[in-house]
C-alpha cells in the first residue's frame, strides 16, 4: 500500500496530478482543486496517500496534511459515501470547519456541498457525530482541531452530569452557551458555571 509520495509534478489534470519520484515511476494521485492550483507542472510535491484498489485499478488519494487524510476516511465510512464524495467535502473547507460541522451537527454545512443531498447530509452528522475517539487521532495533527474536539469532549461530560443531576437537555444547552472558554477548563468548572447560569436562566 502506498501511503506517501514525495516528487515533481510531470501532469497536472482537473482533480489529479502525475507525480514522477526519484525512482523514474509516475503516479497518478485524485487531490482537491486547491492542491491542483497550488501544485503547476514542474513543482515538487509532497502527500500523504489513500490507496483504494478496486477490481478494475488501484487508486490513489493525495493531501498534504495526515489530518486530512483521516478525515477522508473517516467520511469514506459513511454509506453511500465514495472516495470522490469524500475529497469534494474535503475540498469545501478546512479539516477545522468539517470537524466544527460534524460535532456541533451542522447538516447545513454540509447540504450546500456539490453532491451531497440532505439525507447523506444528515448520513455523516449521525455516522461521525459520536466517533471522538476518531476525532482525536484528526486532532494530534492540528491545533485547531485538537481546540474543538477537547472543548467539545469536556461539554460532554460536563452535559452528562448534569443530566444525571436531573437537569433537562434544553436548560443545559443555553447554561453551556454562557460559558466562555470552556476548551480551557475543567470539567468540575463547566459544571459549576452551568449550574450558576441555570440558576439565573
Do not use: W
Not at 27 to 41: A, F, H, I, Q, R
Not at 153 to 166: I, T
Request: charged share 25%.
Amino acid at each position: 500500500m502506498i501511503g506517501y509520495i514525495k516528487g515533481t509534478v510531470v501532469a497536472n489534470e482537473e482533480r489529479e496530478l502525475t507525480i514522477l519520484t526519484e525512482g523514474g515511476v509516475g503516479y497518478v494521485v485524485g487531490v482537491t482543486p486547491t492542491l491542483t492550483l497550488k501544485y503547476p507542472e514542474g513543482e515538487a510535491v509532497s502527500l500523504f496517500v489513500e490507496t483504494f484498489v478496486r477490481e478494475d485499478a488501484i487508486v490513489l488519494f493525495g493531501f498534504e496534511r495526515i489530518g486530512e487524510k483521516h478525515l477522508f476516511n473517516m467520511l469514506c465510512e459513511v454509506n453511500k459515501i465514495g472516495p470522490k464524495t469524500a475529497l469534494s467535502i474535503l475540498a469545501a473547507a478546512p479539516v477545522e470547519d468539517i470537524v466544527a460541522a460534524i460535532i456541533s451537527g451542522n447538516a447545513q454545512f454540509f447540504k450546500k456541498i456539490s453532491g451531497v443531498g440532505a439525507k447523506t447530509a444528515e448520513k455523516i452528522i449521525i455516522d461521525l457525530k459520536d466517533k471522538t475517539d476518531k476525532f482525536q487521532t484528526i486532532a494530534a495533527a492540528s491545533p485547531e482541531t485538537a481546540k474543538i474536539v477537547s472543548e467539545d469532549m469536556q461539554v460532554r461530560k460536563a452535559s452528562d452530569a448534569l443530566v444525571a443531576l436531573g437537569f433537562n437537555p434544553l436548560q443545559i444547552k443555553h447554561a453551556m452557551a454562557k460559558i466562555e472558554n470552556k476548551e480551557s477548563k475543567r470539567v468540575e468548572e463547566i459544571i459549576k458555571e452551568a449550574l450558576n447560569a441555570i440558576r439565573n436562566l
